[in-house]
C-alpha cells in the first residue's frame, strides 16, 4: 500500500477577475466546492476567498494530478454555481491558477491565512497578494 501526503494550496480567479463572488453568495459555493471534494474522493481541508479569486487546500491523492484536480474542483463548481442560479450573472473562472505544496508544518499557518481573506483583503489587493505570491514562490511571469 503507498502511503502519500501532498498539501497544496491552489489559488484561482474569476475570469478577467470580475468581483462576482458577491459576500451574500460566496460562501455557498465554497462550502459547495468542499461537498463536492468530498464526493469525488478529494480531501479538501479548508476553502475562502474573496470577491474576485478563491483559495483552496486540499490533499492530493496519490493516483490524481494538480490539474486533474483543479478542474474538477473549478469545472464542477462554475456548472453547479450556474445551474442552480447561485449568483446574478454566470460564473467562470480563469483557466489559469496558482498552487504550491505546502510543509505539514505550516499546514495550520495557510489554514488561517485561508480562513482569513476577508480581513486580509482589508490591507491588501488582489494584485499585492499575486505579486507576493509570485515573488515568494519564485514563479516567473511569462508576458504574451
Known amino acids: 500500500m503507498s502511503f502519500v501526503k ?3 494550496h491552489a489559488v484561482w480567479t474569476t475570469k478577467r477577475r470580475a ?3 458577491i459576500k451574500e453568495k460566496r460562501q455557498i459555493i ?3 466546492i468542499l461537498d463536492n471534494g468530498i464526493a469525488k474522493g478529494i480531501y479538501v481541508d479548508c476553502v475562502n476567498g474573496h470577491k474576485d479569486h478563491v483559495h483552496c487546500l ?3 491523492r496519490n493516483d490524481e494530478t494538480i490539474m486533474k484536480t ?3 474542483l473549478k469545472g464542477e463548481s462554475s456548472y453547479w454555481a450556474n445551474k442552480n442560479k447561485v449568483l446574478p450573472h454566470k460564473l467562470y473562472w480563469q483557466k489559469e491558477f ?3 505544496s505546502v510543509s505539514e508544518s505550516i499546514v495550520p499557518n495557510v489554514q488561517d491565512y485561508i480562513q ?4 486580509h483583503h482589508k490591507d491588501y489587493s488582489w494584485e499585492e497578494e499575486y505579486n507576493n505570491f509570485i515573488k515568494n514562490y519564485g514563479f516567473q511571469v511569462l508576458k504574451s
Open 98 to 100: 496558482y498552487a504550491v
Open 6 to 8: 501532498v498539501w497544496i
Open 70 to 72: 483543479m478542474q474538477m
Open 19 to 21: 468581483p462576482l463572488l
Open 58 to 60: 486540499f490533499k492530493l
Open 116 to 119: 482569513n481573506q476577508e480581513e
Open 30 to 32: 465554497f462550502n459547495h
